[in-house]
């Protein structure tokens, strides 16, 4: 993929994209390949893997692209990112099944060139794949197609609690100047993990959606965590986050109880394409183990 020269008006901004990625190597080489889209190219792609067979051919394929070996785990996975990246201004975390309409990252990188109080972005989602049976890649390109492209050099932004960390755009020199990292006590998929880093920034300066960048996440079933790891975290994580002060009890609190209640409720007639009742059986073990002082993300690792 030739990457071509940085849009004028974002030219002095050096912009990466970081993909970590887990047992999806044909979704990954559709989307790496989906970057050549892109009116404004990164200046850097960083793929973050734990087994050579998350990534397939891409190397090959894609020699231009650094790939970085490391430990499991998404939080693993996107500190191994950090550390890869030196004098880039912006890090663009993506998941592997996340499309991105042409001018999102032209319009991401004026945005942090323009505003510099930005510390952390995120873009519209025009549709989700995770709240259902998943999308496939025709269906993405399909809505963003369909979608009509707003004004490039419109950055009005509004504030949000936290990026979706599908794709989740943060400035590096508050990371490096604070030296902060991803939670590694989120393991596996990391619920949360998201919210913890962008209210970890949130202390240096402004979060805000974007809402002309858009994409879509195909929420991709293949390479997700059980069930019941899931459910487990649902619960565990929103009260460790809360112990470190990282969210407040209030918001804490609604999450578990609305995760929990959805599954209570799904469970009686539960989708195909979600693990509901695992998902309820990992919620009561976490409330469980609320209840004896027993409870930890990492717990997961053990189930």
Same mark, same amino acid.
């Given at each position: 993929?030739?990457?071509?020269p940085?849009?004028?008006?974002?030219?002095?901004?050096?912009?990466? @994209?970081g993909i970590a990625?887990r047992g999806?190597p044909r979704?990954?080489?559709?989307?790496?390949?989906?970057l050549?889209?892109?009116?404004?190219?990164?200046?850097?792609?960083?793929?973050?893997?734990?087994?050579p067979?998350?990534? =397939?051919?891409a190397?090959?394929?894609?020699p231009q692209?650094?790939? @970085?070996?490391?430990p499991?785990?998404?939080t693993?996975?996107?500190?191994?990112i950090?550390?890869?990246?030196?004098q880039?201004?912006?890090?663009?975390f993506? /998941? /592997? /099944?996340?499309?991105?309409e042409?001018?999102?990252?032209?319009?991401?990188a004026?945005l942090?060139?323009s505003?510099?109080?930005?510390?952390?972005?995120t873009g519209?989602?025009l549709?989700?794949?995770?709240? =259902?049976? *998943?999308l496939?890649l025709e269906?993405?390109?399909?809505?963003?197609?369909?979608h009509a492209?707003?004004?490039a *050099?419109?950055s009005?932004?509004?504030?949000v609690f936290?990026?979706? *960390?599908?794709?989740m755009c943060?400035?590096?020199?508050p990371i490096?100047?604070?030296?902060?990292r991803?939670d @590694?006590?989120l393991p596996?998929?990391?619920?949360?993990? /998201? #919210?913890d880093f962008?209210?970890?920034?949130?202390?240096?300066?402004?979060?805000v959606l974007?809402?002309t960048?858009?994409?879509?996440?195909?929420?991709?079933?293949?390479g997700r965590?059980?069930?019941?790891?899931l459910?487990?975290?649902?619960v565990a994580?929103?009260?460790?986050?809360?112990?470190?002060r990282s969210?407040?009890?209030?918001?804490?609190i609604?999450?578990?109880?609305?995760r929990s209640?959805?599954? @209570?409720?799904?469970s009686?007639?539960p989708?195909?394409? #979600?693990?509901r009742?695992g998902?309820?059986?990992?919620?009561l073990?976490?409330w469980?183990d609320l209840?004896?002082?027993t409870i930890?993300?990492?717990?997961?690792?053990?189930?």
């Amino acid at each position: 993929m030739a990457m071509s020269p940085p849009d004028p008006i974002s030219r002095r901004l050096s912009l990466a @994209v970081g993909i970590a990625t887990r047992g999806r190597p044909r979704v990954l080489a559709e989307t790496i390949a989906d970057l050549e889209q892109q009116s404004r190219q990164p200046d850097r792609i960083v793929i973050s893997y734990a087994e050579p067979g998350d990534i =397939g051919d891409a190397p090959e394929r894609f020699p231009q692209v650094d790939f @970085v070996q490391g430990p499991l785990g998404l939080t693993n996975q996107r500190n191994a990112i950090l550390a890869a990246l030196h004098q880039e201004d912006v890090v663009l975390f993506l /998941d /592997d /099944d996340f499309y991105l309409e042409r001018e999102y990252i032209h319009k991401m990188a004026n945005l942090f060139l323009s505003r510099p109080e930005v510390v952390v972005a995120t873009g519209r989602v025009l549709a989700d794949g995770i709240n =259902g049976p *998943g999308l496939s890649l025709e269906e993405a390109k399909a809505v963003i197609s369909a979608h009509a492209p707003e004004e490039a *050099g419109n950055s009005e932004t509004t504030p949000v609690f936290n990026a979706y *960390g599908c794709n989740m755009c943060l400035r590096m020199q508050p990371i490096r100047e604070h030296q902060l990292r991803f939670d @590694v006590q989120l393991p596996l998929y990391g619920w949360y993990e /998201d #919210v913890d880093f962008s209210r970890q920034l949130a202390a240096y300066g402004a979060v805000v959606l974007l809402p002309t960048a858009c994409g879509v996440h195909l929420g991709s079933k293949s390479g997700r965590q059980s069930g019941l790891r899931l459910g487990y975290s649902q619960v565990a994580n929103p009260v460790y986050l809360a112990r470190k002060r990282s969210v407040p009890w209030s918001y804490a609190i609604a999450s578990m109880m609305s995760r929990s209640l959805k599954n @209570v409720v799904r469970s009686f007639a539960p989708e195909p394409y #979600v693990d509901r009742r695992g998902r309820l059986r990992g919620n009561l073990m976490a409330w469980k183990d609320l209840l004896t002082g027993t409870i930890a993300p990492t717990r997961i690792l053990n189930l």
